[in-house]
């Protein structure tokens, strides 16, 4: 319980479930079946221009968690070790006297596998050392370790996958875990919970029940899957992704894409059990529930797929709160991941003021969670530094505008409201010129591209170094080993099983006092010379 002003302020559980690699767009699908989600959304505050901080799985997350760009932290790609000494949410949610508990994936690299989690349920699907460092020096060699076109030549129906084993090992942890939560214990503290799926990240294929919930021929194809003028960093992506390499035929893309719907309807089901839990263990009564996602998905839009840029279908997210005093409503303001740090601190402390021990770069959205607008600045500034760039590519996204600066590439500018799919480019037009000096006057006084991409480039280096001498001799693994303790787990002889069961089951039907024969148990003990029971020995 905190306190504001001398009056006490309850402090709300937060359960948050990230999914991976979903595209904020895709909520504003018809075709999309997320009944669970999309009842969270209407039943909470649902954010309809929500921006990764980059789009990129493991730079999305360590930024999200720090509330700190990338560049700030060291979080350029998928392979870069996530600093102990950055301070992240779950750091500032223990200190506030909540118990923090992540499942599933959160891509971190290096020794520290906790980031200030006291409990970690599983260990995550991706690699926690440096075998995925991208190298900006050479450019015209492509990355061998990263994801192909297969993902879409391969997309499909199956029976499980990589991901789906991850995905229910999960969601039963995490069922199990909120199931403990809800029995008395002394400790008393709420809990900050993050449950992180990998769903519907590729490679696009799901099982029936999910699949054939969509008929094959309801399926949307992209809207524009090739544009006129494509701009230099889009071109260097098809190479990374290896686009050329197989011939991405419409079958292959609507099957791509329906298996994408099946694996959000997935995800859905998997909000649904865990919904279904708070429910019957009465949790939800005092629990926020935030859905969102690390970055989205082309899907095919302008021939690129998976992520790596910031055309909307790459960088918007979906974002939901829904929860005791949050105001049901669609909220407008642009905001991103950096956001979500200062605003879980908002819900914890009940003020939207906070002394952080450090730069914090996002704001607290506690004033829009309570239907209040105007006090958040309708603007994301976010970057990207990881494979397929050769420079930091920056983007600003302020009111109608999109920006994206990268000094090797000329300047793109997006009219959102007059071109949603980021159609035409009119960064070139006279009558914006003084609009994307101003844009690139700002970047350039926040940061010193230059200095950042030397930064990478000798991290990159370093990394690869470390990388192979770790592989020679005897290899140290960071990936994270969760420990059970066997001795404790279902029956054992040492536990009394009266016990067992009463801990185990839930809830809890206490032992009543015996009412049967008034000698039989002591009998049992040995302590009376006759009993009218007869032993089943004799």
Not at 489 to 502: A, C, G, K, P, T
Not at 512 to 534: C, I, L, M, W
């Amino acid at each position: 319980m905190a306190t504001k002003n001398g009056v006490s302020h309850v402090q709300p559980n937060i359960l948050f479930i990230m999914a991976d690699q979903m595209a904020g767009p895709i909520l504003d699908s018809k075709v999309l079946k997320a009944p669970n989600i999309m009842g969270l959304a209407k039943n909470g505050a649902m954010f309809d221009s929500a921006y990764s901080s980059s789009p990129l799985c493991a730079p999305a997350r360590f930024s999200m968690l720090a509330s700190r760009q990338p560049s700030e932290i060291g979080a350029y790609d998928n392979a870069c070790e996530f600093p102990c000494s950055v301070p992240t949410m779950a750091h500032y949610m223990r200190n506030l006297g909540y118990k923090t508990i992540l499942a599933g994936k959160m891509h971190f690299v290096g020794p520290d596998q906790l980031h200030g989690f006291e409990q970690r349920l599983t260990t995550d699907i991706y690699p926690s050392d440096f075998g995925w460092v991208p190298n900006w020096e050479t450019p015209e060699k492509r990355p061998e370790w990263y994801h192909n076109m297969l993902s879409v030549v391969q997309a499909g129906k199956c029976i499980t996958t990589n991901q789906m084993d991850f995905d229910e090992e999960v969601t039963f942890l995490s069922k199990r875990s909120l199931l403990d939560l809800s029995r008395p214990s002394t400790d008393q503290r709420p809990f900050f919970m993050v449950v992180s799926l990998t769903h519907p990240h590729d490679p696009y294929a799901i099982s029936a029940p999910f699949y054939d919930l969509y008929s094959h021929d309801e399926i949307d194809m992209p809207q524009n899957p090739t544009v006129p003028d494509e701009d230099p960093h889009s071109k260097r992506l098809k190479f990374v992704i290896a686009e050329p390499e197989y011939q991405l035929t419409p079958d292959r893309i609507k099957t791509a894409r329906h298996a994408y719907y099946g694996s959000c309807s997935y995800v859905d089901d998997k909000v649904g059990q865990l919904l279904s839990v708070l429910d019957s263990t009465g949790l939800r009564q005092n629990t926020i529930i935030v859905f969102g996602s690390d970055h989205g998905d082309m899907l095919g839009e302008r021939g690129l797929w998976y992520k790596m840029n910031f055309f909307e279908m790459s960088a918007r997210i979906p974002l939901i709160f829904s929860g005791p005093n949050i105001t049901p409503r669609r909220v407008s303001t642009h905001v991103s991941l950096l956001d979500l740090l200062p605003t879980f601190v908002s819900l914890a402390t009940g003020q939207e003021n906070y002394e952080y021990s450090t730069v914090v770069e996002g704001r607290s959205l506690y004033s829009l969670l309570r239907g209040e607008d105007g006090k958040v600045p309708n603007e994301v500034f976010a970057e990207y530094l990881g494979e397929g760039a050769i420079s930091p590519l920056i983007m600003i996204r302020r009111g109608k505008w999109k920006y994206v600066y990268c000094k090797e590439d000329p300047d793109q500018l997006y009219d959102l409201e007059e071109d949603k799919w980021e159609l035409r480019n009119i960064a070139g037009k006279e009558e914006n010129r003084q609009l994307v000096e101003e844009f690139r006057r700002e970047v350039l006084a926040k940061r010193d591209v230059e200095k950042i991409r030397k930064q990478v480039i000798e991290s990159q280096k370093n990394r690869r170094l470390v990388n192979e001498a770790m592989n020679l001799g005897k290899r140290a693994h960071w990936d994270w080993q969760p420990v059970t303790d066997a001795t404790r787990q279902y029956v054992r002889s040492h536990m009394d099983l009266d016990d067992i069961e009463r801990m185990a089951r839930y809830p809890t039907v206490p032992i009543p006092a015996p009412d049967g024969d008034k000698n039989f148990r002591a009998y049992q003990t040995g302590s009376h010379e006759t009993s009218s029971v007869t032993p089943l020995s004799s």
